[in-house]
Nanobody, 114 residues
Framework: QVQLVESGGGLVQAGGSLRLSCAAS????????MGWYRQAPGNQRELVAA???????NYADSVKGRFTISRDNAKNTVYLQMNSLKPEDTAVYYC????????WGQGTQVTVSS
């Protein structure tokens, strides 16, 4: 089993920055992909960014050039650096790990005011 704990959400003005963290524990060596998803009220959960165990990344078009996903293997932690935030980035952000099974974190709220 893999357990995920997110942190770093909050309230920020448009144009500001936040960094989300996702700490993994448990059977971390079986994790193939870790990603960040988000869900705004009334919307489906959508992929924001993902990173493989080999370090390959992919991003949603809406965040390319503004968000960066990275990982610190020594800390078993994945980060999402979010710059130039927009009100439409407001959502609950979830960390997900793919390891044959799927694990989700509890989510962290990001609110961007205009």
């Amino acid at each position: 089993q893999v357990q995920l704990v997110e942190s770093g959400g909050g309230l920020v003005q448009a144009g500001g920055s936040l960094r989300l963290s996702c700490a993994a524990s448990g059977n971390i060596f079986s994790i193939n992909v870790m990603g960040w998803y988000r869900q705004a009220p009334g919307n489906q959960r959508e992929l924001v960014a993902a990173i493989t165990s080999g370090g390959s990344t992919n991003y949603a078009d809406s965040v390319k050039g503004r968000f960066t996903i990275s990982r610190d293997n020594a800390k078993n932690t994945v980060y999402l650096q979010m710059n130039s935030l927009k009100p439409e980035d407001t959502a609950v952000y979830y960390c997900r790990a793919l390891y044959g099974k799927i694990a989700w974190g509890q989510g962290t709220q990001v609110t961007v005011s205009s």
